[in-house]
């Protein structure tokens, strides 16, 4: 395919969002290109943590909870079929996940958050409170201050590099088309086919998907969209591989496959700065050994910063331009949770079939402010 050759769909972002709905519309048999900015973008995808998360999701918006959920029933089936076609292995674990608690009152808020979200959900949202003693049955070696934990059967953890390795080696498979290092400067609709513009020939196709992360905020307006995206900094520290001592992820700390413990706990509004701080590596490492005493002599082999793709209620964005038919945006910060339902439902939607009812919560006009 070259680049001014028309295609089915081009997929503007080479992330876990923008593959994952590719690797979905290859599946189906349509010719995709996907352009990809290179390591020169800030990727969030390469700072994942890796977890299949529902737990704690969806609270004031039933419709999030369950597109959560749902996403996280497919990923087995997602997994498997993600697996042959690449045949890389996912190393995906998913036998529930904990929020362990360090005191009373954060378990009792934690409770308290879960029970809003299972009462609004209409349908069963299974969670149970673990206190000390059960915890103990599971874990192994927990801290004195740990109390507790809340437990849902729904979550789990992948490998992230492994995943979007796989989402890549299998959009090849299926013809898919990768372009990296290439920069959007402009997006035109002209008659019913879209150029795309990145210094050279254009990239032409009859519909887009704009799956760029943070860079939607500046591309959406391009065809008739909206993406009020703002970067969220995440710090995390892998240590050297351990022996096998946690079995079920938590929201703070997991083990890998291979035996290094991952530890992350951050949310930090830096705008666009993806660096590692001391003082806040040092603050997730405090709570990492409140909960596992057992990491204290372990060494940190590697540290990193990468930014979330936030939008102002943390929600995701969905939405097919009414200005430019055939033009989509794709923006969420749980690009692994959502994996399943990106290459499944978005990529139907995308290709013409009906929108997901969930959809209705997601469009950018939710953050408009009413005037009176």
Request: glycine share 12%.
């Amino acid at each position: 395919m070259s680049p001014h050759s028309p295609c089915d769909t081009l997929v503007i972002g080479g992330g876990v969002v923008g593959m994952a709905i590719a690797y979905g519309l290859a599946r189906s048999g349509a010719s995709v290109e996907v352009i990809d900015e290179g390591d020169e973008a800030f990727r969030a995808a390469r700072g994942n943590f890796g977890l299949v998360w529902v737990q704690g999701k969806g609270a004031s918006c039933p419709d999030y909870a369950r597109w959560s959920r749902e996403s996280a029933r497919l990923w087995p089936d997602f997994a498997r079929q993600l697996s042959a076609d690449s045949g890389v292995e996912l190393e995906l674990s998913q036998r529930g996940g904990l929020m362990l608690c360090l005191g009373e009152s954060e378990l009792a808020q934690r409770v308290k958050l879960l029970e809003s979200i299972a009462g609004e959900a209409g349908e069963p949202y299974p969670f149970e409170v673990w206190d000390r003693t059960t915890l103990g049955e599971h874990v192994s070696a927990i801290g004195p201050e740990v109390v507790g934990a809340t437990y849902t059967p729904m979550d789990g953890h992948v490998s992230p590099l492994r995943l979007l390795r796989a989402l890549v080696e299998a959009f090849h498979r299926l013809g898919g088309c990768l372009r990296s290092g290439l920069s959007v400067r402009d997006i035109r609709r002209v008659g019913e086919a879209f150029h795309v513009s990145t210094g050279g020939q254009p990239h032409v196709a009859r519909r887009i998907v704009l799956a760029a992360g943070l860079g939607n905020r500046q591309l959406a307006p391009l065809v008739g969209l909206e993406a009020p995206v703002r970067p969220n900094r995440g710090q995390v520290m892998v240590t050297e591989r351990m022996a096998p001592f946690l079995d079920l992820p938590t929201g703070q700390v997991r083990q890998t496959g291979e035996g290094s413990v991952q530890i992350g706990d951050s949310l930090e509004d830096v705008g666009f700065d993806d660096r590692t701080t001391t003082r806040e590596l040092a603050r997730i490492a405090d709570r990492a050994l409140s909960c596992f005493p057992r990491l204290r002599d372990v060494n940190v082999v590697r540290s990193w910063g990468a930014l979330r793709v936030m939008t102002p209620d943390g929600m995701p964005i969905y939405q097919a331009s009414r200005q430019c038919p055939g033009a989509f945006v794709a923006t969420c910060h749980s690009g692994i949770t959502l994996a399943a339902q990106h290459a499944g439902a978005i990529a139907g939607w995308v290709r013409g079939g009906e929108a997901p009812r969930e959809l209705a919560s997601f469009q950018a006009e939710r953050f408009h402010v009413q005037s009176s």
